[in-house]
């Protein structure tokens, strides 16, 4: 199993980003991919996840109502797209796979067994 973040980056506050999270090595329906954060100081925290059986999507309070996850079954990739960024967004993000199809996630993913390497997204103010 193996998962990349990127997309990251320096952006204004109010600005936008979109996240990609390149997946290999498992058959992604039979998972669930997340995405989280971990700012300087903090704790990780839960950001989103969707399910690969049938694309069901969950937020955590930590960004709902900014962000939006997807998926491209067809290029193995799962997106976040980030709007409306506030400097407390500074963090690594970054996207993990769980077995099975989730309908929600825990706030520090201990059911995710597989990381990849983060994103540095930093907003300014």
């Known amino acids: 199993v193996q998962l990349q973040a990127s997309g990251g980056g320096l952006v204004q506050s109010g600005g936008s980003l979109r996240l990609s999270c390149a997946t290999s090595g498992f058959t992604s329906k039979y998972y669930t991919i997340g995405w989280f954060r971990q700012a300087p100081g903090k704790e990780r925290e839960g950001v989103s996840c969707i399910s690969g059986r049938d694309d069901s999507t969950y937020y955590a309070d930590s960004m709902k109502g900014r962000v939006t996850i997807s998926r491209d079954m067809a290029k193995n990739s799962v997106y976040l797209q980030m709007n409306n960024l506030k400097p407390e967004d500074t963090a690594v993000y970054y996207c993990?796979?769980?077995?099975?199809?989730?309908?929600?996630?825990?706030?520090?993913?201990?059911?995710?067994?597989?990381w990849g390497q983060g994103t540095q997204v930093t907003v300014s103010s």
């Open positions: 993990a796979t769980a077995p099975g199809a989730l309908a929600i996630m825990s706030k520090f993913g201990v059911e995710f067994d597989h």
